[in-house]
């Protein structure tokens, strides 16, 4: 009965209108938020440590100017004061000399900052920080860092320096920073943008081919660019393709040959049922007999058909691993050749053994033997009487490699694919009896254990198959 395949139309959005919504779309805006925000916390930083720097440097300058007026009398203090506020090339210093009862007596300061903190005049000043003020100086109004002491006379001194060099460094500074931040979030944004566009025309890609897949075209691959996770995440499901489609091709080359091969059998039961019914009448018990026991050989033939298809399937089905244990491979095949050397002797084959001592593989022993069971007895079926069977086991690098060869008409190259499917029967063996389902359950034994199977020609004159089986694990 051949498999109808039904294409389904499966309605698939736009990725355009989807590509807002996308997680690299989302991880984008991630990556520019958290960008901002761990640069907004840099500036902040930095414009604090610069600006506590600065002011560490206008501290030490003021100490330096307190010790240095602390050298002069009280006498000549005003006179110091106003002599160096003459000397300035430009106005970044300011001083202001207070009598006790606030009266100015020198310097450009016009008053005593009233939030300002005097140390004594003994005090060595290493350890005083200034005070951050806003002092008026004649019409302006100025930001100043200033320190300020009391005389042995009770007067109070005060010094100040202008914290617009500070201002002006931090300004710069600021300035640089956020033009240089802004730069490089702009070009991660526009890099970050290009590869999302990148990766959503994959995406895209994906989606049409996935579509297509889903649409019943299984024909259909995911494209593989690369190395990335993409690319891996497509090969593992481009082999799962390969897989579905292989077993699909199976099911319907399944049907279809069972469907022709039972054919003959059936219409054969047939005949002989019907040609029992009209002559039981007048036939005798001999002959109603033997029609019957043919009857039953052709419904045997067919079950015994059915029953093939099923151990095929049974052992392509993966819980069969849970019945894995470590198998002897040379006990197994040392079995196997006493089971069928009386066999080869009967038909005067020369079968000839070499059993190498090999390491334990980890497989399931029954459907193991049952596979090599069909190997060897292909081999002494399809070799004529006097002919030659070899079985050998021996110890690879890689593992045990277990090979069958024999003196039979071989396989042609174009049909050693085919004869590893379900119910193919080569050109040259067609007329010996069979099912065609031997190599098939092989095969599914060899892929349930994950072994490679290979087909070549024999050596030597009477050349035949000489089929071999490596029993380690293969990535295909």
């Given at each position: 009965?051949?498999?109808?395949?039904?294409?389904?139309?499966?309605?698939?959005?736009?990725?355009?209108?989807?590509?807002?919504?996308?997680?690299?779309?989302?991880?984008?805006?991630?990556?520019?938020?958290?960008?901002?925000?761990?640069?907004?916390?840099?500036?902040?930083?930095?414009?604090?440590?610069?600006?506590?720097?600065?002011?560490?440097?206008?501290?030490?300058?003021?100490?330096?100017?307190?010790?240095?007026?602390?050298?002069?009398?009280?006498?000549?203090?005003?006179?110091?004061?106003?002599?160096?506020?003459?000397?300035?090339?430009?106005?970044?210093?300011?001083?202001?000399?207070?009598?006790?009862?606030?009266?100015?007596?020198?310097?450009?300061?016009?008053?005593?900052?009233?939030?300002?903190?005097?140390?004594?005049?003994?005090?060595?000043?290493?350890?005083?920080?200034?005070?951050?003020?806003?002092?008026?100086?004649?019409?302006?109004?100025?930001?100043?860092?200033?320190m300020g002491e009391v005389?042995?006379?009770?007067?109070?001194?005060?010094?100040?320096?202008?914290?617009?060099?500070?201002?002006?460094?931090?300004?710069?500074?600021?300035?640089?920073?956020?033009?240089?931040?802004?730069?490089?979030?702009?070009?991660?944004?526009?890099?970050?943008?290009?590869?999302?566009?990148?990766?959503?025309?994959?995406?895209?890609?994906?989606?049409?081919?996935?579509?297509?897949?889903?649409?019943?075209?299984?024909?259909?691959?995911?494209?593989?660019?690369?190395?990335?996770?993409?690319d891996m995440l497509a090969?593992?499901?481009?082999?799962?393709?390969?897989?579905?489609?292989?077993?699909?091709?199976?099911?319907?080359?399944?049907?279809?040959?069972?469907?022709?091969?039972?054919?003959?059998?059936?219409?054969?039961?047939?005949?002989?049922?019907?040609?029992?019914?009209?002559?039981?009448?007048?036939?005798?018990?001999?002959?109603?007999?033997?029609?019957?026991?043919?009857?039953?050989?052709?419904?045997?033939?067919?079950?015994?058909?059915?029953?093939?298809?099923?151990?095929?399937?049974?052992?392509?089905?993966?819980?069969?691993?849970?019945?894995?244990?470590?198998?002897?491979?040379?006990?197994?095949?040392?079995?196997?050749?006493?089971?069928?050397?009386?066999?080869?002797?009967?038909?005067?084959?020369?079968?000839?053994?070499?059993?190498?001592?090999?390491?334990?593989?980890?497989?399931?022993?029954?459907?193991?033997?049952?596979?090599?069971?069909?190997?060897?007895?292909?081999?002494?079926?399809?070799?004529?009487?006097?002919?030659?069977?070899?079985?050998?086991?021996?110890?690879?690098?890689?593992?045990?490699?277990?090979?069958?060869?024999?003196?039979?008409?071989?396989?042609?190259?174009?049909?050693?694919?085919?004869?590893?499917?379900?119910?193919?029967?080569?050109?040259?063996?067609?007329?010996?009896?069979?099912?065609?389902?031997?190599?098939?359950?092989?095969?599914?034994?060899?892929?349930?254990?994950?072994?490679?199977?290979?087909?070549?020609?024999?050596?030597?004159?009477?050349?035949?198959?000489?089929?071999?089986?490596?029993?380690?694990?293969?990535?295909?």
């Amino acid at each position: 009965m051949p498999v109808v395949q039904a294409r389904i139309r499966v309605p698939v959005a736009d990725p355009r209108h989807e590509r807002w919504r996308s997680t690299v779309f989302r991880w984008f805006i991630a990556y520019a938020v958290i960008f901002s925000v761990a640069f907004t916390a840099l500036l902040g930083l930095i414009e604090y440590s610069v600006n506590a720097a600065m002011q560490r440097e206008t501290d030490s300058g003021l100490r330096w100017q307190l010790r240095y007026f602390d050298g002069y009398a009280n006498d000549d203090l005003a006179t110091s004061i106003d002599a160096r506020i003459r000397r300035q090339a430009h106005q970044r210093n300011y001083y202001g000399l207070f009598a006790p009862d606030g009266r100015r007596l020198a310097g450009d300061l016009l008053s005593v900052p009233p939030a300002l903190v005097f140390e004594r005049f003994t005090h060595p000043h290493d350890l005083e920080q200034g005070n951050t003020l806003w002092f008026d100086v004649g019409a302006w109004r100025v930001r100043v860092r200033a320190m300020g002491e009391v005389r042995a006379d009770g007067s109070r001194l005060v010094v100040a320096r202008t914290l617009d060099d500070v201002q002006r460094v931090r300004d710069e500074l600021l300035k640089a920073l956020v033009v240089g931040g802004c730069a490089c979030l702009l070009g991660g944004l526009a890099a970050g943008l290009l590869l999302s566009v990148r990766q959503m025309r994959r995406v895209a890609d994906i989606r049409r081919v996935t579509s297509r897949i889903a649409g019943g075209d299984l024909a259909q691959r995911l494209p593989v660019s690369g190395q990335d996770e993409f690319d891996m995440l497509a090969r593992l499901v481009n082999q799962m393709l390969d897989e579905i489609e292989r077993l699909m091709d199976e099911v319907k080359g399944a049907c279809d040959v069972v469907a022709h091969d039972l054919r003959t059998p059936l219409v054969q039961l047939k005949l002989r049922l019907a040609t029992l019914a009209e002559s039981l009448p007048h036939a005798g018990a001999a002959e109603s007999a033997s029609v019957l026991a043919a009857a039953r050989d052709d419904t045997d033939a067919i079950l015994g058909r059915f029953a093939a298809l099923l151990r095929i399937s049974e052992i392509g089905s993966l819980r069969r691993r849970r019945a894995f244990s470590s198998v002897a491979l040379d006990v197994l095949v040392t079995e196997l050749c006493d089971l069928y050397t009386p066999l080869a002797d009967e038909r005067r084959i020369a079968f000839t053994v070499s059993i190498e001592n090999v390491g334990a593989v980890w497989a399931d022993r029954a459907l193991l033997f049952e596979a090599f069971t069909n190997l060897l007895d292909n081999a002494i079926k399809f070799t004529p009487d006097g002919g030659h069977v070899g079985v050998r086991l021996r110890q690879l690098e890689a593992g045990p490699q277990f090979s069958v060869v024999d003196s039979g008409p071989g396989i042609p190259e174009d049909e050693r694919q085919c004869v590893l499917t379900r119910y193919y029967r080569g050109e040259r063996t067609r007329h010996v009896p069979g099912t065609g389902l031997g190599l098939g359950i092989v095969t599914a034994v060899v892929r349930l254990h994950d072994f490679r199977l290979s087909i070549a020609d024999a050596d030597g004159p009477a050349s035949g198959a000489f089929i071999r089986v490596d029993c380690w694990p293969h990535d295909s």
